[in-house]
């Protein structure tokens, strides 16, 4: 990734196209391992990625209080909104000073997985739905799974 953080997304995606079982990838020192059915996808880890600072907030997105916080931070932040299990991710690169409004952000629900998990001390098993759709995330003692329908709306390369 552009600001050398962790995407699950990406992750996935190449999953799919590739045909690989395990991938490697920016921001993650972990080889994660990745179960493709069909355009189903599940990503396994035993660590949560790192290479992205994710703060998770129990609330409602106030967008413009959020976009002018997250403009303070310093190194890749992702601020995750969850309001029951709607979650609304806000990311921030700053050595390329982009700051997105994510459709899905699969660190992301990683993230708030392991919050829940630690906060609570019980299993998590939850369907988060984000702008683009809906992402399981599961975790317990033995590390978190990820699963997303991957869809690829068009075929092609950027130049």
């Known amino acids: 990734m552009a600001g050398g953080e ?11 196209l590739t045909g690989l ?8 020192d972990e080889i994660l391992n990745v179960d493709v059915n069909g355009d189903v996808c599940t ?30 931070e310093t190194k890749p932040t992702g601020y ?6 709607v979650l609304t991710p806000l990311v921030f690169i700053p050595e390329i000073k982009t700051m997105f409004w994510e459709n899905a952000c699969a660190s992301g629900c990683l993230a ?10 019980e299993d998590i098993d939850m369907d ?3 702008p683009g759709g809906t992402m399981n995330i599961k975790v317990n003692d033995e590390g978190f799974k990820l699963t997303e329908k991957v869809v690829f709306e068009k075929d092609g390369f950027v130049e």
Do not use: W
Request: net charge positive; hydrophobic share 35%; aromatic share 8%.
């Open 6 to 16: 962790f995407c699950g997304n990406a992750s996935m995606c190449a999953a799919v």
């Open 21 to 28: 079982k395990k991938v490697k990838c920016s921001g993650n």
């Open 43 to 72: 990503l396994s880890c035993i660590i949560l990625p790192t290479g992205l600072n994710h703060k998770v907030f129990l609330e409602k997105v106030d967008k413009n209080t959020a976009e002018e916080e997250i403009k303070k």
């Open 80 to 85: 995750m909104y969850l309001d029951g299990n």
């Open 112 to 121: 708030v997985g392991d919050y829940l998990y630690r906060s609570t001390g």
């Open 128 to 130: 988060l739905t984000l």
